[in-house]
């Protein structure tokens, strides 16, 4: 191996990853990635954003992922710099965003012996990647170079499908690393060899999950003979298009409860639109609407009413894992959920009888209404606030939702809309939020992300990511003094104020106006929904972060959906 292979080497990885359709490698710096980082940079064809902290990078790769569908590598040295990529990758798995993690490492002969920056990396990233490839040092064969580039053509088509997530490969690189030009013979033979393996198409289309006929059949048979169905939706892929599932549920006469992140809020000609669910005792409570069929899909509702329809005869459509948290599914569809949608529709007939959905509709007028009343009463309130920056995007827009209660907030506030709603529920983590937020503006759409106080100083490294931004990114951190998601669990009576305060509530006490200023982002305190619609409308005139802080109530959460149930009970 000479420094010239080694340079090929780089170039041909960086080449295929482009050649398979990758765009965007976030890159952190480091030595021993020279030659990676070289390589991309002599390339000059992906976007290369820069991100110093590994765990942010990782985060702002998901974003992108997550937000455009298409796999995004990331590139970092040796050491504890590859672990800081797990926060991610985990997500990424449990969420199916495709990623490549390209992590530099030390040659075998540097391994297990204390040298400087040096672990096992492989199998680092354990069962939360789909594949891990070691590329082994760079070898100066014709076939070792085709085996690089089908390698990496490997590694993209397994970070799209079947089931799509992330990858690892891990580089092998030797001193010195710096980019050397081929001057013998034999080192301008294997640049031919590269440039011939660089002028052959890629044809790697990943496998697609399809839903076994059978299954599909049975499934239209028990909707034929079923009126009283519902579909009932929990976060999908903002890239997820739901026609297919909105046009079944019209067919079928189902209504349709759908959380703010299954991107099926939006209105459609023939559907009952179900926004308030999480507001509607789905057990006993209201007989006429209970359902005797359910097709579920998406990841596990945060309602937690949901499992009322344990007992009852419910299919999961699941795009490429197994759903089913409750144990207790009657059916299970697993494969590309708009083909079998599609599928489903010309299997059954159109159903006339509306009598079962109007009972919803009913219902649903009632909560919304009650919800509208519940704001006004609470203007200090995260659903205030929320519903607040929701009503200025443009249709456009990109709304990423941060868990704990906004997640649950989201889904009493947000009115049908066009927008499209990302989650971060595969591991359902408040870690990555901002930077996760700033990779979403590579869709190249405004983004509002909607966070607590507790997720914010959780990803305070992610701030200094979101400087990486390509639209405007209104960050609302709704501050309702700690993790106030806690006062709802039994705990918060079980324990002491004192310790409930400080191992569960954990206020951060960080003014995140202070913050960003410090890091020279846009930020601005909005006391009212008012000044919240403002300062949300204003961050979106202006490429780049803006932190708006939004003081609320620690019982804002609580009161507004307290009084929304009172509302929705009493005045019918
Ligand atoms: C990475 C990670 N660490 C810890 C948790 C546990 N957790 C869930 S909610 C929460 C508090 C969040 O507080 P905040 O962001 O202020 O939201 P709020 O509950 O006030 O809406 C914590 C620590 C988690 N989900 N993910
Ligand atoms: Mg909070």
């Not at 070289?38 to 110093?52: F, N, Q, V």
């Amino acid at each position: 191996m000479t420094a010239a292979v080694q340079t090929l080497w780089a170039e041909l990885i960086v080449g295929t990853l482009v050649d398979a359709g990758v765009a965007t490698c976030v890159v952190s710096p480091g030595s021993r990635s020279t030659p990676l980082v070289a390589a991309l940079a002599a390339d000059g064809r992906l976007e290369l954003p820069t991100i110093i902290d590994e765990r942010a990078a990782a985060f702002f790769a998901l974003g992108i992922a997550r937000a455009t569908g298409v796999p995004v590598a990331m590139v970092c040295t040796s050491g504890s710099a590859a672990a800081h990529y797990l926060p991610a990758i985990v997500e990424a798995g449990e969420a199916g965003v495709p990623l490549i993690a390209i992590t530099a490492n030390r040659p075998p002969e540097l391994q297990h012996c204390g040298a400087s920056q040096t672990i096992d990396q492989l199998g680092l990233y354990g069962s939360f990647v789909r594949a891990a490839y070691d590329l082994g040092a760079p070898v100066g064969s014709a076939l070792a170079l085709r085996a690089v580039r089908r390698t990496i053509v490997q590694a993209v088509a397994m970070a799209r499908g079947p089931r799509p997530g992330p990858v690892h490969v891990d580089v092998p690189l030797r001193k010195p690393l710096e980019p050397a030009s081929p001057s013998t013979d034999d080192e301008r033979g294997l640049a031919d060899v590269v440039r011939e393996l660089r002028r052959r198409p890629i044809h790697a289309h990943e496998p697609r999950l399809v839903a076994a006929p059978a299954g599909i059949s049975a499934l239209a048979a028990a909707i034929a003979a079923e009126p009283r169905g519902i579909v009932i939706a929990g976060a999908m892929p903002p890239t997820f298009d739901g026609e297919a599932v909105l046009a079944l549920a019209a067919r079928a006469g189902y209504p349709v409860l759908a959380e703010a992140g299954s991107q099926l809020r939006r209105p459609r000609d023939g559907v009952v639109a179900v926004d308030h669910f999480a507001l509607v005792d789905l057990g006993a409570r209201v007989p006429d609407l209970a359902p005797k069929l359910v097709l579920q899909l998406g990841a596990e509702p945060v309602a937690a009413g949901w499992s009322a329809l344990a007992s009852v005869d419910r299919w999961v459509l699941a795009d490429h894992a197994w759903r089913d948290p409750d144990s207790s599914a009657t059916g299970m569809l697993v494969g590309d959920i708009r083909a079998t949608c599609e599928r489903l529709c010309e299997l059954i007939a159109a159903r006339d009888d509306r009598g079962y959905a109007s009972a919803w509709r009913d219902v649903e007028a009632r909560m919304a209404g009650a919800v509208e009343r519940a704001l006004v009463a609470h203007p200090r309130s995260e659903g205030a606030a929320m519903r607040a920056a929701l009503d200025v995007l443009p249709a456009n827009a990109l709304v990423q939702i941060g868990n704990s209660l906004p997640i649950r907030v989201v889904d009493h506030v947000s009115r049908a809309s066009a927008h499209v709603v990302i989650a971060q529920r595969g591991a359902a983590g408040i870690d990555g939020l901002i930077a996760s937020a700033a990779g979403a503006t590579y869709r190249g759409a405004p983004v509002l992300l909607v966070l607590g106080d507790v997720s914010f100083a959780h990803d305070l490294g992610g701030l200094l990511a979101a400087r990486a931004a390509k639209t405007p990114l209104a960050i609302l951190v709704l501050d309702n003094g700690g993790g106030r998601i806690f006062g709802g669990l039994p705990i918060a009576k079980a324990a002491t104020p004192t310790t409930f305060e400080r191992f569960f509530v954990t206020e951060p006490h960080v003014d995140p106006v202070a913050v960003a200023t410090a890091l020279g982002i846009r930020a601005v305190a909005a006391t009212s929904p008012a000044a919240v619609a403002a300062a949300v409308a204003d961050a979106l005139t202006h490429t780049g972060p803006t932190v708006i802080h939004a003081v609320v109530s620690p019982t804002g959460a609580r009161d507004l959906r307290l009084t929304a149930l009172e509302l929705g009970a009493t005045h019918g």
